[in-house]
């Protein structure tokens, strides 16, 4: 089956700063690559995904970059703000028949 | 009100006793999914159903049981728990529909097995 790793599994950052968190799969089949972010108290919510026809989508300060032939993607976050700090996952499935694999998860925090 | 609502929210229980989790939607959404989260391991599937008469395992199914008793419910079981089992546990719905993947999560329930 599907392995995801995700690194780091912590991450500070002051406001302001760059936030880059990877991930690698190991299907070569899987096609779709969701982030999601979880506050605390709450669960997951997607924040963007990409489609493997596509090496690169945008959404304000977030960004998803995608290399299919290394098997690996990672999630950009610009100017970060306090209200970005929460815990990130990467996940990896087929399209058909959606079944998620998670990373294990990226602490992000962001010092005002 | 919250489109996925999961109960109880929070439950401390004793090893040997069965414990259901509840979990209840809104969105109208045929798939509906039940994952653990513990610590540093992300998020496990326990079970999924695609639909009613749809159920089925995911990695970590050993010692859990679950129900489909509409398209809006799907409870979760521990027939006996034990502490392992203690973690946070989520509910999620998707929908069934070309191009669309997303998953909405419940707000979760914390179980503590003593």
């Known amino acids: 089956g599907e392995n995801v790793e995700q690194h780091p599994s912590t991450l500070s950052v002051q406001e302001g700063d760059s936030a880059v968190i990877k991930c690698t799969y190991s299907?070569?089949?899987?096609?779709?690559f969701p982030w999601y972010k979880q506050e605390l108290g709450k669960g997951p919510q997607l924040i963007i995904d990409?489609?493997?026809?596509?090496g690169e989508k945008k959404d304000q300060r977030i960004a998803v970059t995608l290399n299919k032939t290394a098997k690996h993607f990672s999630l950009h976050i610009t100017e970060t703000q306090p209200e970005d700090s929460a815990v990130y996952f990467c996940?990896?499935?087929?399209?058909?028949?959606?079944?998620?694999?998670f990373g294990r998860g990226t602490s992000l925090i962001v010092h005002p | 009100d919250a489109d996925v609502t999961q109960t109880p929210r929070n439950r401390i229980t004793k090893t040997g006793k069965r414990i259901m989790l509840e979990c209840s939607q809104t969105?109208?959404?045929?798939?509906m999914y039940w994952y653990r989260q513990d610590p540093g391991l992300g998020l496990q599937l326990i079970y999924y159903?695609?639909?009613?008469?749809?159920?089925n395992k995911g990695e970590i199914s050993d010692g859990y049981s679950v129900s489909r008793q509409a398209q809006a419910k799907f409870s979760l079981s521990l027939e006996s728990a034990i502490p392992n089992q203690t973690a946070l546990y989520f509910c999620?719905?998707?929908?069934?529909?070309?191009?669309?993947?997303?998953?909405?999560f419940g707000p979760g329930t914390r179980l503590t097995v003593l």
């Open positions: 999620a719905t998707s929908l069934t529909r070309a191009g669309v993947y997303e998953q909405f």
């Open positions: 299907d070569s089949a899987s096609n779709y």
């Open positions: 996940a990896a499935s087929k399209v058909v028949g959606y079944i998620p694999t």
């Open positions: 990409i489609r493997s026809n596509v």
């Open positions: 159903s695609f639909d009613v008469k749809d159920i």
């Open positions: 969105k109208g959404h045929d798939r």
